[in-house]
């Protein structure tokens, strides 16, 4: 595994050194993560002139590692309590002879900035803005296949909800319940805090759980996903409790599926991730639901859960193959609840059969 | 409630304008929590030159507030999506009136200081620095009120697990049991992730629980906290499965009580954090584990689970009346396993009984 972060390193060194930086730090848990294999809490990454350090704020026994580091990256930890990482990866910087250092000005404060600048007063500090972050976008296959399995312990732990009894419990409880199956069935975690909405929350995007219960001829929907070796999916769905639906709820859940499909469908290698968007939005928008309609209809995922690139109106770019996108229209009506589909797909080029669907549980709407 | 938030902000404007600031940008989300009542995801607390404004991301449906929001404060929510609400506070500021702004440089990355720059070339930045989280050390007594119930909560959860069966049970399993019944008594939910850890990974601080199964003969520290209202508290205790103990786990035991014990009755106002420290410190220094002590031996606790005070032995200042802080020493033999004891208490003066203990599980050693 080591070689694949230290090629991920000369990637980014090389785009460094074409932007005149001799060095950068890393300081983006996520980023950290992406390129040394491991970010233990409060760690930065130096890509040195000479040699690559991930300098770390504790002992590993206090601040142990996550994931699988790279063995043939230099540690460095800080002698003694209460030192910036950051702060000292810039003085190593200097003692490495760099007189230029690129730093992420999106994720390091104004504090922390002028704290590097006092600590190496001749470094020349440029920004290396999104540059992680973009490299981050398209995955290879062993990130697509940390998100397959994560999608797989989201839809079971899903498919096993949906056997039990519903009616009387709390969103709160289920949500937990949820969380618990995710564990369960191998995940480091859950991807992001579990939404389960009920009644007139139903279709809220990241709505909180709360303890209302569920009722009879509630509509329900719930998103989750898990954490598989640091890749997060996501997986929405929406149900409706009871026998039979009423006349609205179906109409309801035929209009987000059909933009939802849309959506999907518009995904393919070359799209501008604005005409994903405009795909399943319109649909909302010419049912009249426009102004009610969230910011975005999908994202990117990966090492966090909310990635580059956005799906939406105003979102500059074009999508590539291997990269992970949800989509996830939902449209919620004031006072009487309403409905969200979601699934995680990967782009591919329609010679290998078009977009994979990770999260695979129906969408049909099922009355539990 | 509202006047509460109100007379915070009377506070903090009075510090703003005594440093020479007109109006004062409040970023951090524990910050504009504690002076708004309410912290929606990505909101900034304005304090301007007329009006105070709560200024959102998007609009409350997609924001769900999380508190008892302050209705005397006016609150803006940006048109569009992908806007920065400080960008947009600042801008309001030079509406007000204001020449200058105080902003969290703390908290403020480079990238979005440079932005409000931008937006309001003519508005000179400051530094607020510390300023709310120095207003947070000293809770009221509503504040203490809802921490108590935070702790009632955790010391009932962390009771009930003592009553199941623990030997078999992964880390993992049992945290996730831990953090249900948190919620069961009436927590929001965690105040962090919740650690568990067994034999070996015993006593280790910040342990993340793997699947590691509880066995015959080893420790088992655990520890936990509810959050309630927003604020934080902290629990740990260590206990041994099986009949009996061998005798190097009571030795260690009975150090790290003595340890806890000697840092608890150092909890007095005027107390300077470094002794508390060195109280507990001592203790473990002259039986020989100088060397592989945590950095800090406790720390306050309130809307963040990590807050001002720090008690260390480079920690300047001393303690108040009516601050919540931890007590948290413990020994961690690599290979072995360890002891951790940690409380939640109040200070307070001796004439009130002296230090106020939250949480009120035993700190026996009990064979489970």
């Not at 697509?144 to 949906?162: M, T």
């Not at 399943?280 to 580059?308: C, F, K, M, N, Y």
Request: with cysteine.
């Amino acid at each position: 595994m080591s070689e694949v972060y230290a090629a991920r390193r000369t990637r980014l060194r090389d785009r460094c050194n074409a932007g005149g930086s001799a060095a950068a730090l890393v300081s983006r848990p996520a980023n950290v993560r992406y390129l040394a294999g491991a970010a233990p809490h409060g760690a930065v990454l130096l890509l040195g002139k000479r040699e690559d350090l991930l300098v770390c704020a504790g002992p590993p026994e206090d601040r142990p590692t996550d994931g699988r580091r790279d063995e043939t990256l230099g540690v460095q930890v800080l002698p003694g309590p209460g030192g910036d990482p950051a702060v000292a990866a810039a003085d190593l910087a200097t003692a490495q002879g760099a007189d230029s250092l690129a730093v992420e000005e999106h994720h390091l404060t104004v504090a922390r900035h002028r704290a590097i600048g006092s600590v190496a007063p001749r470094l020349r500090l440029a920004d290396l803005a999104g540059a992680v972050e973009q490299l981050r976008v398209v995955k290879d296959e062993e990130e697509i296949s940390c998100l397959r399995i994560g999608a797989e312990i989201a839809d079971q732990a899903l498919g096993e909800l949906l056997e039990s009894i519903l009616v009387g419990r709390t969103e709160r409880h289920l949500a937990l319940e949820l969380e618990r199956r995710l564990v369960d069935h191998g995940a480091d975690g859950p991807a992001f805090p579990t939404s389960v909405a009920t009644g007139p929350h139903a279709g809220r995007r990241g709505h909180r759980p709360t303890d209302r219960r569920v009722e009879e001829g509630d509509f329900l929907s719930v998103c989750l996903g898990a954490t598989y070796r640091g890749y997060r999916c996501e997986i929405g769905r929406t149900f409706v409790i009871g026998t039979s639906p009423a006349d609205w709820q179906i109409e309801l859940y035929d209009l987000v599926f059909a933009a939802q499909r849309a959506g999907r469908e518009a995904l393919a290698p070359g799209a501008a991730f604005r005409d994903v968007d405009r795909a399943a939005r319109q649909v909302l928008d010419s049912a009249g639901h426009g102004e009610r309609l969230p910011p975005l209809t999908g994202h990117g995922v990966g090492l966090e859960i909310d990635e580059d690139p956005q799906l939406a109106p105003s979102a500059m770019g074009k999508l590539d193959a291997c990269v992970p996108v949800t989509v996830e229209p939902g449209v919620h009506l004031p006072g009487r609840g309403g409905v969200r589909i979601d699934d995680t797909l990967v782009v591919r080029p329609e010679a290998d059969g078009g977009p994979e669907l990770l999260t695979i549980t129906t969408k049909e709407l099922l009355a539990l």
